[in-house]
């Protein structure tokens, strides 16, 4: 019986020893992350310096240069588990630098938790639909909101990256470390994301996704856009389960499909 006490506690040495050298690993980790976070502040301390850009007597509002932006927006989203975006244009601004589009599909596939709420503009050009379609491949959810108004940039709980200029994305960036602050916008995020349907492309001639935005009372441009398809098109396929179904009107429509259980919102 001694025996085995003592090869039992001989076997489980090992162990303690390897959860000390993960406990001290996980503080060195954190150390130099808290260290690279100062660096990263102090770095564009003297790049606005160099700009003789004045960043204020608010640490909590800032502003920098588009060129002075992307590279620490590339930094700060690696420290965090969730991002959420609201964009414009996704050629114009940080969001076209390659390194950081790299990047972010990289942290998406890595589990990173990436939510990014598009104008339906954004979806009309070639570049657009297949850089999104690349992040969405990522495991990105991607959802779609004529009530953007501006593009903004949530980074958990601890910074909001937004323009300097209301929905110019070639104007300055303005990093946000406010508490208050970085919660309105976070909050401002929810709600356009509660009511947003996701971007998506119907397989052959479905017509759920179109249905899913109907349900929504979504205008036929916003359908067409978002679908990837014509406005003739959508119309078409309007008239088509107006025919299906013998009504006259859209509110007819809807109240036919709501019969027959194919309307529903958008995901939560």
Sequence with gaps: MPIVTSVGARDDEPLRRLEQYLAADTARVEEAREKLVDIGDALMTLRARMHNIDLGDDPGVQVLTQEMATPMIDRLAGTVEQTDNVILDVVVGAGSDQVNARHERSRAVGGQLQRTLV???????????????????????????????????????????????????????????????????????????????????????????????????????????????GLRTVRRRIAALMDQYGVATRFQLGAALERDGRMAGPAR
């Design 119 to 229: 104008h339906p503009s954004v979806l009309e050009t070639d570049l657009s639909r297949t850089e999104l379609a690349a992040k969405r491949g990522a495991g990105q959810e991607q959802r779609v909101s004529d009530l953007v108004g501006t593009e903004f940039l949530v980074l958990g709980e601890e910074v909001v990256i937004t323009l300097s200029v209301w929905a110019d994305p070639t104007s300055p960036y303005v990093f946000i470390r406010n508490p208050a602050l970085v919660r309105c916008f976070a909050a401002w995020f929810e709600v356009m994301w509660s009511v947003a349907p996701e971007i998506e492309v119907p397989a052959g001639g479905s017509d759920d996704a179109l249905i899913r935005m109907l349900a929504l009372g979504a205008k036929d441009e916003m359908i067409a856009r978002t679908l990837h398809i």
